[in-house]
């Protein structure tokens, strides 16, 4: 996995990258789908779990949560926003721990930023193993077939008397098991205007080989991804949400 600097260096701003992003509403879904497809357990661990947007819900919904990310720097403003959860700095694709979860989590599409297929079969294979029985594994998923390069998300935001544009994309080139995760980060105060660029080595993948890394440790259900309602993935859409129950 790479060290990203610019998720490094811009912290402190990390929540505002991702203020358009529902986290109530993610948390209670995947909630929801511990509770139909689970063991009801409520020992949890949020994989990538950046400064703990996630972790917060899930505490609320009585979970013993604990969190795994490799930036350091992330994990100290985690701490802090999440006084009662366990973090610790590591690797998704080669994490081990002496615990049993009965739900881990992998959002924001962070599971691509295994960044090839052996890493990503290392970190399917890291959460079957660190799942109790009928434990779920839960994260969501772009497919490289469907990925179109000029589209891109965007938005604005004031913070501290600076306004902030944050624009992600993905790319992928048409081949292989390597795409990229596009950023910039523009901050504009009384005219003074700094900007960060970054591209981020992902993995790419299509979800019919998702589905074959995932069978042999997990029976797989694929949903649309919609955090509003539960519906099961129609099979054309390029962005979905597994949910993987251990064998």
């Known amino acids: 996995m790479p060290d990203n600097a610019l998720y490094t260096d811009l912290s402190c ?12 509403s993610q948390s209670d879904t995947v909630h929801r789908l511990h509770q139909i497809f689970g063991n009801s ?3 949890y661990l949020d994989l990538a779990c950046g ?6 819900y899930f505490i609320k919904e009585g979970y013993q949560c604990n969190g795994l990310d490799i930036s350091q720097s992330m994990l100290d403003i985690a701490a802090l926003n999440c006084p009662e959860a366990k973090f610790e700095l590591g690797n998704m694709c080669t994490f081990e721990t002496d615990s049993s979860y009965d739900l881990i989590t992998c959002f924001l599409y962070s599971i691509h930023y295994s960044g090839d297929i052996e890493n990503l079969n290392g970190a399917i294979k890291s959460a079957h193993k660190a799942l109790k029985t009928d434990g779920i594994f839960c994260f969501n998923a772009v497919d490289k077939n469907h990925i179109d ?3 891109m998300a965007k938005h604005t935001v004031l913070h501290d008397n600076s306004e902030f544009s944050f624009c992600s994309s993905w790319f992928y080139s048409g081949e292989g098991e390597k795409q990229k995760l596009k950023l910039s980060v523009e901050k504009t105060t009384t005219e003074i205007t700094q900007q960060w660029t970054d591209e981020h080595p992902m993995v790419a993948i299509n979800f019919e080989a998702l589905q074959n890394l995932l069978m042999p440790y997990f029976d797989v259900h694929i949903f649309e991804h919609d955090y509003d309602k539960i519906i099961t993935w129609n099979k054309l859409s390029g962005n979905a949400i597994f949910v993987c129950v251990k064998k």
């Open 41 to 43: 357990g409520l020992k």
């Open 51 to 56: 400064t703990g947007p996630h972790i917060e």
């Open 149 to 151: 390069n000029e589209l």
């Open 13 to 24: 701003y990390y929540d505002l990258m991702c203020a358009d992003i529902n986290y109530r």
